[in-house]
């Protein structure tokens, strides 16, 4: 059984099995994913009940703790694909990691664009130096300089290497940076009120919130694997295989004409 | 040693060989090393004309302008760490030694502290005073300074080893390090601010050696891992 499944997972690790089967999953995840945006954001904005202290302004957080949740998880699954990436020398699994980010990094911006407008009709200003809207700046920070020093190198294979090991550090320094800022943060002001974490929350708030997050999830997926797709066809645009499914001599002779 | 043509120096020897070497080399180019401590010294300076030359105010804030400009500096310093070597090609050489390249990068960041942050550390008293602070908290702001500039030039050696060779490296290394420097401004800072509102500060100092041991442990294998792929 497991090594039926190992050889299942070698399959899909080599661009060329992979490159069909994402193609296939993309609608499918994208379908989903706008299903449950549908439904998640009927609930949310219709379904669930006012909140009786911060009343209809409450309502962003259907969009923002499923945000900011995902900008979480986007980075740790970035992280263990740099892992897999480096340890095996996967093609694969570095161009996810390089793919993962850029979704990751607008979850974090949407999470603190989606807090700051949560911020003003409930703390009276956009942005207050609260340990969560720190920790998720501190965050955005490291998507940005992953991507920047991804684009900075030309040499793909080495770009992907050297941003792996960059998300590997990262991910080992987030709980230091995420507990230093909090640490700081109960030091330099009193506690502050979180983003309607109430214990008692109303069963449909929960419900339409993890609605969302399963369509953010499902929306990465889709968006990712679109873009992998694509990074696959110019990272192996020297194998015969990717030169037949885009009918090379046509292409090439164009793409020759046009340097 | 009866075949003995070729005798492979100890670990410790290539060690001590490593430090010799780039503090020699650091000496030869001191204008280097000054122009570091100058730009300490003007962001600092820039502090009281840009927000109040009042004592009070100054005094409030000076353990956070001192600390980021310490950071600012150790960060400028990076760019000196690998990339002499990586141009004229010794770095290649390194790579290709016998001893574990982790111990050898320890040993450069070693040379570079002592070149680029130990000057910092003995220069932020006649800062701290420019800025108002009392003795007490000038000594514990040079101790701080002394358990946490070496955590800077270790977690800056893996920015600084990714970045070798990239288009725009100097100001790029500010956005892979300057995020993972947080954490260590924090309990910087944190110990003086405790300190002169009368609280404990022990704590804070332990927290700063913590990262300096963790730091010392585990940065050097990320060096040396970001270097393999920088030079491969």
Redesign the interface.
């Known amino acids: 059984m497991a090594f039926k499944n190992s050889i299942a997972w070698y399959y899909f690790s080599s661009p060329k099995n992979f490159y069909p089967m994402a193609g296939r999953l993309i609608p499918w995840f994208w379908a989903l994913s706008i299903t449950l945006l549908v439904v998640g954001l009927y609930m949310g904005f219709f379904v669930a009940p006012t909140d009786y202290k911060q009343g209809e302004s409450y309502r962003i957080i259907f969009i923002h703790v499923p945000a900011a949740w995902m900008s979480m998880l986007i980075y740790l699954v970035m992280a263990g694909y740099a892992i897999i990436g480096l340890a095996w020398k996967l093609r694969m699994a570095e161009m996810m990691a390089s793919a993962l980010a850029p979704t990751g990094a607008m979850f974090t911006f949407l999470a603190l664009w989606t807090g700051a407008f949560w911020g003003k009709p409930t703390w009276g200003t956009y942005w207050v130096w609260d340990a969560r809207l720190t920790s998720e700046l501190i965050l955005l920070f490291l998507y940005i300089g992953y991507i920047s020093l991804q684009s900075a190198i030309d040499d793909p294979r080495r770009a992907a290497r050297a941003s792996a090991l960059l998300a590997i550090v990262g991910v080992i320094n987030l709980p230091v940076i995420y507990w230093s800022v909090t640490w700081w943060n109960t030091l330099h002001q009193g506690a502050s009120v979180s983003p309607g974490m109430e214990p008692k929350m109303a069963s449909d708030m929960l419900t339409a919130m993890m609605v969302m997050t399963f369509a953010f999830w499902t929306y990465t997926i889709a968006v990712v694997l679109m873009r992998v797709r694509r990074t696959v066809l110019e990272r192996e645009n020297q194998t015969s295989w990717v030169k037949a499914l885009v009918g090379a001599p046509k292409e090439k002779s164009s793409e020759g004409e046009k340097q | 040693m009866s075949k003995g043509a070729i005798t492979q120096p100890s670990l410790f020897a290539a060690w001590r060989a490593m430090i010799v070497r780039d503090l020699t080399l650091a000496m030869r180019r001191r204008a280097d090393v000054l122009t570091t401590l100058f730009f300490f010294i003007i962001v600092v300076s820039l502090f009281p004309l840009g927000v109040s030359p009042e004592m009070a105010v100054l005094r409030e804030i000076a353990p956070g302008v001192i600390w980021v400009a310490a950071l600012l500096a150790s960060m400028l310093s990076l760019g000196r760490l690998f990339s002499d070597d990586y141009q004229d090609g010794t770095l290649e050489q390194m790579l290709l030694l016998p001893q574990p390249l982790s111990v050898l990068v320890l040993a450069k960041v070693l040379a570079h502290w002592l070149v680029s942050g130990v000057p910092l550390v003995l220069l932020s008293p006649l800062l701290g005073m420019q800025l108002g602070l009392d003795g007490d908290a000038i000594i514990l702001m040079m101790l701080t300074l002394l358990l946490g500039t070496p955590v800077l030039s270790l977690i800056g050696s ?1 920015g600084a080893a ?2 070798l060779g ?4 100097g100001v ?1 290394v500010s ?2 390090v ?3 420097y ?2 260590v401004l ?2 910087g800072t ?1 110990a003086v601010d405790a300190a002169t509102s009368g609280m404990e500060f022990e704590g804070h100092l332990s927290l700063l050696g913590a ?1 300096f041991v963790l730091a010392a442990l ?1 940065t050097p294998l ?1 060096t040396a ?2 270097l393999r ?2 030079v ?1």
Request: glycine share 12%.
């Open positions: 893996v990714l970045t990239v288009r725009g490296g790029l956005l892979l300057l995020p993972l947080i954490p924090i309990f944190g990262f585990l990320a891992a970001a792929i920088s491969e």
